[in-house]
């Protein structure tokens, strides 16, 4: 498994899990970012962070710590 920080841009991937705690992991959730969703990385700031991706029909940016917390395949 791979986090969500290290795919690629042009990647698709899914998420299996997602690893935070409490407020963050509610947070990341209410975002659209669930488990079996599929995504795509769109841009990466020049800096990495952050990182946009499309998901569930929208762009989202997500913080390169938030994108630690993620597992995809």
Known sequence: MRNLNEV???ETVT???ITGQGATKRR???MGLTKNVML???KVAPLGD???VTVR???LSIRKKDAELIEVQ
């Open 8 to 10: 690629g841009i042009g």
């Open 15 to 17: 998420i299996n899990k």
């Open 28 to 30: 990341i959730m209410d």
């Open 40 to 42: 795509k990385v769109r």
């Open 50 to 52: 952050p990182i946009e």
């Open 57 to 59: 029909g929208y762009e």
